[in-house]
């Protein structure tokens, strides 16, 4: 961009803070020369803020605490001045019951602490599941520019020379474990080895889907959420988004110049293209509804009936992980694949257009990453249900499962907690067969709470002993994205608020029919209706705190769990602070 498109120095946002000369502005300096810089380190240079999301306990951004260095050299070779500031660290592996009842705490925080602070732009550091749509959302709430530097996935899991996926592998050897296959030993070796970095799941679960998704939505470095968490390039890649961001806020590039509904709907596409995690529906809605762009179920699922499953990446791919789809070629390569499908004129943080991005990027392998000819599955990794069961919705990942279910009728086996699924599949005498539906309930957003990664459901023990893997689940819970099996999740509306799953009675026939879309139970309507009356509604979870506002605002699943009065179309957003 030319020199005379850049913002002038007495125009960045910083400026209210230290330009002008009088008590204010002297305290705000006094207090940087405080913390041992001077003047010529600060004076008329963008300040860009490092959110960082580390800490100690999550394992995925371990490697936060460094990359935060390279990202400051980068700002300061870039000419601006740089401020790491912590974030709220919402890790899968550790926040129970799930940490997605704080993503929209991270937003919040995300948004307010731009707000509150004297940034002319920011670098968002995230990774883990949450963090990706936490801090999106509430940068583009905050509108300021920003560039999001992905957590990058970890190296692929190897014990006794098998390669192993995050996730994948622990529900897979879980079962033999279970089975009375694996013994002590190997129990601890797997533990071992399937996490054998820093970085996120190294499958195509939540944590790699949401960073795809970003870096289709143009808001991260071209390819940068492919790189692997430890290798140098991700280093150079944090350096290049300081420098980056730097430019961004002389040349006013802000979220809602790249947040377009054409962008949203490239990473639409991008995720089905890439075999993403079940999550990815209710966070890009959320994403998109706070750029103002009404994205629904329906038109995901319109998308993922076009568009083909073409990288063959576990756990909906065969055998390949993150690393070998970076050495692939990476995003970039499997964005040329489906190019023709994708806007490629959308403006991104590069200050080009996709297009331009996309210019020499190649398939280097091309059985991780598939031509349209042969693809991993025909059509795009999630398909949208509805029926008496979910008339607002529900979602299954076609691809990960054993194509006998999808079409499937069988009786239902109905829980209300998830103890009372946990010892109920334990139960070596528990009468149930292949073909039994196994529904577990009250673990939606409120009835969770959060929506908890409850719903792959475990194969009762009788069957697992029997040689079955795979059999009909159905929660209004989500499951991680590392996840497969015949699980249809998110069902809404939500039992916990009366929503049909409340209304099944175990020996209910269930019916899925994922080519026409359908979840229904075969119970008569009038039976159906009887039960709605008699229907009386839980306690609830929360009187006072965070989940007692959580519990009064957050949406539905359908409508991506934001909270209502945070999303775009609400009211105005909140302009500058007063500084006196």
């Known amino acids: 961009m030319k020199d005379v498109d850049r913002k002038d120095a007495d125009s960045l946002r910083s400026a209210r803070w230290f330009a002008p000369d009088d008590l204010r502005s002297f305290g705000h300096r006094s207090r940087l020369m405080q913390l041992g810089y001077s003047e010529a380190d600060f004076k008329g240079k963008p300040l860009i803020g490092i959110l960082n999301t580390w800490s100690e306990i999550n394992s995925c951004h371990s490697h936060f605490r460094e990359r935060a260095q390279d990202v400051k050299r980068g700002v300061f070779q870039g000419g601006g001045f740089a401020v790491e500031m912590p974030s709220l660290s919402v890790d899968e592996s550790f926040t129970k019951p799930t940490s997605m009842i704080y993503r929209n705490m991270l937003a919040m925080e995300c948004e307010e602490m731009i707000r509150s602070h004297p940034f002319d732009g920011v670098v968002l550091m995230g990774g883990c599941d949450k963090t990706t749509p ?250 949208v249900l509805r029926g008496n069961l979910c008339p607002d919705g529900a979602v299954i990942k076609p691809a990960a499962c054993d194509p006998k279910y999808y079409v499937h009728e069988g009786p239902a086996l109905v829980f209300d907690s998830y103890p009372e699924m946990k010892k109920a599949v334990d139960d070596e005498d528990l009468e149930v067969t292949p073909d039994h539906v196994m529904i577990l309930r009250n673990a939606g957003p409120l009835g969770g709470p959060g929506m908890p990664e409850w719903g792959m459901l475990p194969i009762p023990k009788a069957l697992i002993k029997q040689g ?80 007692w506002m959580f519990s009064r605002h957050v949406t539905q699943a359908d409508k991506g769990c934001d909270f209502d009065y945070l999303q775009s179309d609400f009211g105005r957003a909140a302009g500058e602070p007063d500084i006196f």
């Open 134 to 383: 936490g801090l999106v959302m509430g940068a583009i709430s905050a509108g300021i520019p920003f560039i999001y530097l992905p957590a990058g996935p970890m190296l692929a899991g190897n014990y006794a020379g098998n390669r192993l996926g995050s996730g994948s592998d622990a529900w897979k050897y879980w079962d033999e474990r279970r089975a009375g296959n694996i013994t002590d030993e190997e129990w601890v070796g797997i533990q071992g080895g399937i996490a054998r970095s820093a970085g996120v799941c190294m499958t195509m679960g939540t944590a790699s889907t949401m960073t795809a998704i970003t870096d289709a939505m143009g808001l991260t470095l071209p390819g940068a959420s492919s790189i692997p968490a430890v290798d140098s390039g991700h280093q150079r890649m944090g350096a290049d988004c300081g420098r980056r961001i730097v430019d961004m806020v002389w040349e006013d590039l802000t979220p809602d110049q790249i947040i377009t509904e054409s962008a949203v709907k490239n990473a639409a596409i991008v995720a089905m293209a890439t075999g993403c995690s079940t999550n990815a529906v209710v966070h890009l809605i959320a994403m998109a509804r706070r750029a103002g762009v009404n994205l629904t179920l329906d038109d995901l699922d319109a998308l993922g009936r076009t568009t083909p499953l073409i990288a063959n990446v576990r756990p909906s791919g065969k055998g390949y992980l993150m690393e070998d789809f970076f050495f692939a070629g990476g995003l970039r390569a499997l964005m040329k694949q489906i190019e023709d499908r994708l806007d490629t004129t959308c403006l991104t943080v590069t200050g080009k257009t996709m297009g331009e991005n996309l210019e020499g990027a190649k398939v280097y392998n091309d059985d991780v990453i598939r031509p349209l000819s042969n693809p991993v599955y025909h059509e795009g990794s999630l398909a």
């Open 468 to 547: 079955h893997r795979d059999m009909l689940r159905i929660s209004d819970a989500r499951m991680s994205g590392t996840s497969y099996g015949a699980c249809v999740l998110h069902v809404a509306p939500e039992s916990f608020v009366g929503g049909p799953l409340a209304l099944v009675k175990t020996g209910d026939i269930v019916r899925l029919d994922v080519p026409n879309r359908r979840l229904d139970m075969l119970v008569p309507e009038e039976e159906i209706a009887a039960r709605k009356a008699a229907w009386t509604p839980p306690e609830p979870k929360y009187e006072r705190g965070w989940g």
